[in-house]
């Protein structure tokens, strides 16, 4: 019994949210600092990020607020929502310049690795048709694995994603709150992809409710299995 207790103890204790982005034996010295393994972790984070939210978008109750832009925009031109989503990070990524932030090898990664993947995933997983439950346990499979996906990237310390490169640009450069910032860039891609037609729905909305506690959680597993 109390070998029990204790085992519960620590599965409880790893599932507390991490408050900080971890240092873990692969983090990089710097955003262009590439090792073999940095790279393979780096791309498996990636690649999960792109196929969890394939899921979102197969569970038909809708989309992370940005994938809703990348769908609302591939209704209105001859692009894939894979493509879309390549494209808006290009656009993005040019918004860095004026303001001063500079891409790193995980950034560039970023934009290529996570439009392949959801499109992969878009392809091979079927969209649910009239099963709510089924719905609901996809968006969160897809939501654990874009959190487990975030944690694991993150950590390369390869450079930010287009999308938190601009936060943290615009923070840098104006003075608000990071997370006003995000909030801003997050409510404008929402508003976009649904006037475009993008799915936007509970699925969305358990999206924000749920990605930073998944991606903190995310942390605190891979702080206890792969601390330095």
């Known amino acids: 019994m109390d070998a029990s207790k204790s085992l519960l103890k620590k599965t409880l204790a790893l599932l507390v949210p991490h408050k900080t982005v971890p240092h873990v034996w692969w983090t990089a010295k710097n955003r262009w600092d590439?090792?073999?393994s940095r790279t393979l972790i780096l791309t498996l984070g990636l690649a999960l990020f792109g196929i969890g939210e394939s899921f979102l978008v197969q569970s038909g109750i809708g989309n992370?607020?940005?994938?809703?832009?990348?769908?609302?925009?591939?209704?209105?031109?001859?692009?894939?929502?894979?493509?879309?989503?390549?494209?808006?990070?290009?656009?993005?990524?040019?918004?860095?310049?004026?303001?001063?932030?500079?891409?790193?090898?995980?950034?560039i990664a970023n934009m290529f690795v996570i439009a392949i993947f959801l499109q992969i995933g878009v392809f091979l997983i079927p969209l649910v048709h009239a099963n709510i439950l089924?719905?609901?346990?996809?968006?969160?499979?897809?939501?654990?694995?874009?959190?487990?996906?975030?944690?694991?990237?993150i950590t390369c310390g390869l450079g930010?994603?287009?999308?938190?490169?601009?936060?943290t640009a615009l923070h840098k450069k104006t003075g608000v709150r990071v997370g006003r910032a995000r909030l801003c860039i997050e409510l404008i891609a929402l508003s976009a992809g649904i006037a475009l037609g993008g799915r936007a729905g509970i699925g969305t909305a358990m999206f924000a409710l749920l990605i930073g506690?998944?991606?903190?959680?995310?942390?605190?597993?891979?702080?206890?299995?792969?601390?330095?």
């Open 64 to 107: 992370s607020p940005w994938v809703v832009f990348s769908q609302g925009l591939s209704l209105h031109t001859p692009l894939s929502i894979g493509e879309s989503t390549f494209v808006i990070s290009a656009v993005i990524l040019l918004l860095w310049l004026p303001l001063g932030e500079r891409p790193g090898f995980g950034t």
């Open 160 to 167: 930010p994603g287009p999308r938190d490169g601009l936060m």
């Open 34 to 36: 590439l090792s073999i």
């Open 134 to 153: 089924l719905s609901m346990g996809m968006a969160f499979l897809g939501i654990a694995m874009v959190g487990l996906a975030s944690a694991l990237y």
């Open 213 to 228: 506690n998944s991606v903190a959680v995310s942390f605190s597993l891979v702080h206890h299995f792969a601390k330095k």
